[in-house]
């Protein structure tokens, strides 16, 4: 087949996560033919992985309006939008019927890993007639390598797995590669299979993220029947605000719980709070424990010594199969150039996300697209709403359908969380004085880097916490 000659080629949509199969569902409503490759062994194998998990978002921004309109065909009836489900409850009520409608299952291809993305016939230095081409998408499923052809690629693949490390400055802590055996993911359902693995023991729990502060819930809750379990929490910033957030003032309820709850626990004392730590090594001590060392607020040395180490430090987009793509990136970010200034950590701990579509995610490959979590590169300020209408637009796009691409909208939940005074409340909360929380404003697209859509804390124990 020609390289140029892509019409009747599939759009291949990497992932079948919610925005994965979101995707193929608005393809196929454009008269487009998706074809979507999942690396686990099922639809939404990543959501599964945090099944135990609460999302602070409820259902009415979790689903997608082309999804819903196909599962409705088959009787599907909605949840209660108000309610907030959880991972688990997410793939199997909405996820895994999705992909199992007439028009989808026969299109998805699971325990197939993408290992490359090309254009057909050239490398990446080759321009003259690089445009039009098609994709070549390398897979390898059982061992067996093999290329498919696409028109276009929509990558949706996420963040999940490609963790931030320990140590400062982008790298490993010295020793992190050895670690292993202490070493646990950002979500650990501590409260059911992975119990054992914290009753009575110390934790040291690493991160300012929503996964950090659900992780310490649990464990906090664990504390109540497990005597002897021990927190710590370490953060490489001052202050813990942002996490702690705007309490009543955010517009999604669970997730205001979660920061107040946590703030609650570490003022009990439930929780040992170390500030601006930079972790320098790591290192298993004669007794079976792992020695954290490194140093602390104001230079003073950090030297912990524990059973586990929950590493929720954030994920990072793999970038290594996209090495033969013309990406347009954000050097800081490693989000789409045009969008990386809405999204920037430094400028928006939420920040007012303003809708986005297929203009925004184009890259110099024409027909490349980074969608849902890992088109947020390095930020961890994302909804699946969000997402949603990405896809949406590029959909449209795709299909030659300009003006409905560029008409792109996006209801987001006010929230606290996202506050034009962060900066004072940081400083006061360093101080150890109060700070108005009523005061917080604005607008967010700020969620779990994790699960795309943030956890809701798990219950606490009675007189462990006040509201959030």
């Not at 197939?112 to 690089?130: E, I, L, P, Q, Y």
């Not at 909360?429 to 604005?442: I, K, L, N, R, Y």
């Amino acid at each position: 087949m020609s390289a140029y000659m892509t019409d009747d080629l599939p759009v291949v949509v990497i992932g079948a996560g919610p925005v994965g199969l979101a995707a193929a569902a608005h393809l196929l409503e454009r008269g487009l033919e998706p074809l979507v490759l999942e690396a686990g062994d099922q639809p939404a194998s990543a959501v599964r992985a945090w099944g135990h998990v609460r999302l602070f978002s409820p259902w009415e921004y979790d689903v997608d309006d082309a999804a819903v309109r196909l599962l409705e065909q088959t009787g599907w009836e909605s949840p209660d939008r108000t309610a907030l489900p959880t991972g688990a409850e997410l793939a199997e009520r909405y996820l895994a019927p999705l992909a199992a409608t007439p028009q989808l299952a026969g299109r998805i291809r699971t325990g197939t890993r993408v290992v490359a993305v090309s254009r057909a016939g050239v490398d990446k230095t080759r321009t003259v007639g690089r445009e039009g081409r098609a994709y070549v998408v390398r897979t390898v499923v059982h061992g067996r390598v093999q290329d498919l052809t696409a028109r276009a690629v929509i990558d949706a693949s996420g963040t999940w797995g490609q963790r931030n490390p320990l140590g400062a400055a982008g790298l490993p802590a010295i020793g992190e590669e050895q670690a292993g055996d202490w070493l646990v993911g950002p979500l650990p359902d501590v409260l059911g299979r992975d119990r054992a693995r914290f009753a009575g023991e110390h934790t040291l729990v690493i991160g300012m993220g929503h996964s950090a502060a659900n992780t310490l819930l649990a464990l906090v809750e664990l504390q109540g029947s497990a005597p002897g379990t021990q927190i710590s929490w370490a953060i490489r910033g001052r202050s813990p605000a942002r996490l702690y957030g705007g309490g009543d003032s955010d517009g999604l309820p669970a997730r205001g719980l979660l920061g107040s709850t946590l703030k609650a626990a570490v003022r009990a004392g439930h929780v040992e709070l170390h500030r601006e730590v930079t972790l320098t090594e790591v290192a298993p001590t004669g007794d079976g424990r792992l020695r954290v060392t490194g140093t602390g607020r104001d230079g003073a040395a950090v030297d912990l010594q524990v059973d586990a180490l929950a590493a929720a430090t954030g994920f990072r987009p793999d970038l290594d199969v996209l090495r033969e793509v013309r990406l347009s990136l954000d050097p800081g970010v490693e989000a789409p150039t045009q969008l990386a200034p809405l999204i920037d950590p430094d400028f928006h701990s939420c920040g007012t996300v303003p809708p986005h579509g297929h203009r925004e995610l184009t890259h110099p490959d024409e027909g490349f697209y980074l969608v849902g979590m890992k088109s947020y590169g390095r930020a961890p300020t994302f909804l699946l709403a969000t997402g949603y209408e990405q896809v949406r637009s590029i959909a449209a796009a795709l299909a030659g359908d300009l003006e409905a691409a560029d008409r792109v909208q996006l209801r987001l939940p006010s929230t606290g969380v996202c506050s034009t005074d962060l900066g004072a409340r940081e400083a006061a909360e360093t101080a150890g004085v109060g700070f108005p929380t009523g005061s917080a404003h604005g607008r967010s697209a700020e969620a779990e880097p994790a699960s795309c859509c943030g956890p809701a804390p798990q219950p606490v124990p009675v007189g462990t916490s006040a509201a959030d």
